[in-house]
């Protein structure tokens, strides 16, 4: 396998719009680990991801990709029969959402650390985990270009369901 994390930062912070993104490479697993806010304003400001809302039309004919919810969120999360899911069940990110609070670090600007940062990481079954001794023939590394694709997707969802709550 290539070593492409060995041409890639360690951590990057910049701004999608109006929306602050920060992704670091996990210490240990050398997997990237991916985060943007929302400010204190947002409906979901405080929110995890058992929070549960009611699914618009499209949110209800989307296709399931496992790989953006994670087998977790499927088995345990699912859609109620009222028409509501849980954020875990609506954003989609690599393995499904895995960080919801606060967050500093030297990386993020100051103003940040009071927002709430929403994130997933790529150290799931089947990625490659470039830190570790022991890997399948078929995992794949998710590199920094698909970690920011999935982040923007996140944001995609983030801003379609704070337009729904208001």
């Known amino acids: 396998m290539i070593e492409e994390w060995k041409n890639e930062p360690d951590s990057e912070f910049w701004m999608e719009g109006e929306v602050p993104c920060f992704i670091t490479r996990n210490e ?3 997997t990237w680990c991916a985060y943007c806010a929302v400010p204190k304003s947002s409906p979901l400001y405080g929110k995890g991801g058992d929070y549960s809302i009611l699914m618009t039309e499209e949110m209800k004919n989307r296709k399931i990709n496992v790989d953006e919810l994670g087998v977790l969120n499927l088995l345990l999360c699912g859609r109620s029969k009222e028409g509501s899911a849980t954020l875990n069940m609506l954003v989609r ?7 919801y609070d606060t967050r500093e670090s030297p990386e993020i600007p100051e103003e940040y650390n009071s927002w709430w940062w929403f994130g997933f990481d790529c150290g799931h079954a089947y990625d490659y985990q470039p830190f570790l001794s ?22 995609e969802d983030i801003k379609t369901i704070e337009g729904i709550l208001g």
């Open 93 to 99: 990110c690599h393995g499904g959402l895995s960080f």
């Open 28 to 30: 240990y697993t050398g």
């Open 134 to 155: 022991f890997h399948c023939d078929d995992d794949v590394y998710r590199n920094i270009e698909y970690t920011k694709q999935c982040l923007k997707n996140m944001i």
